[in-house]
């Protein structure tokens, strides 16, 4: 895992995990709220944010942190690895209220700068209806890669949590071969 693209609803998790895997990793996280959204909440034109991503996505080493439908394929295709966080809809609503409250008039690490926490009934909405509206287009978009890289989705916290226990060991394990080859 050296390209890795995590998508899902608003509230699924998708940069707190980034976050995680790139510490264990010791990768770069890129969050794209952070490169799309400018002071006072004015979005980057798409085809500017696609530009910007087409040169990231040059690095060896990334996580990609977001959807950006117009621009998913990008990542996607450039990935070795896809983690789709499809969550259930209460939890992500439920985490999305929590951010806003823990975070309010605060900018969070992930977000562009100049854009403090804020919830809308039209966020609340695409949340609402990410199950039916968004996530068979993501899945049907998930499946023309399934062959040629790791595919993984993570349906509950629990599942979150042993993928990160799977990561971390898998890095305590090459870290561990690197050592034993570099004294011989």
């Given amino acids: 895992m ?4 995590i998508v899902g609803c608003g509230g699924a998790g998708k940069s707190t995990l980034s976050r995680k895997i ?11 709220d952070r490169l799309n959204w400018q002071p006072g909440w004015v979005e980057t ?3 500017e944010l696609k530009k910007k991503q087409e040169q990231l996505v040059k690095k060896d080493r990334w996580i990609f942190d977001g959807n ?5 394929d990008v990542r996607l295709q450039a990935a070795d690895t896809i983690v789709f966080l499809d969550m259930p809809r209460l939890t992500c609503i439920y985490r999305v209220i929590k951010r806003r409250i823990i975070n309010h008039k605060k900018t969070r690490v992930d977000m562009g700068e100049g854009c403090p ?4 009934l ?3 909405r695409y949340v609402w209806n990410f199950t039916k509206s968004r996530r068979p287009q993501l899945l049907k978009r998930l499946e023309k ?3 040629e890289k790791q595919v993984i989705i993570l349906r509950t916290k629990k ?3 042993l993928f990160l226990e799977l990561v971390h060991q898998q890095k305590m394990m090459q870290d561990e071969i690197c050592t034993s080859s570099s004294k011989q």
């Fill in 68 to 72: 950006y439908g117009a621009t998913m």
């Fill in 117 to 120: 926490e804020k919830l809308d």
């Fill in 122 to 124: 039209e966020f609340l």
């Fill in 159 to 161: 599942d979150v949590e």
């Fill in 45 to 47: 034109p798409r085809e």
């Fill in 145 to 147: 890669f399934e062959r």
């Fill in 2 to 5: 050296k390209r890795i693209a």
């Fill in 22 to 32: 790139g510490e264990i990793l010791t990768i770069e996280v890129i969050h794209l």
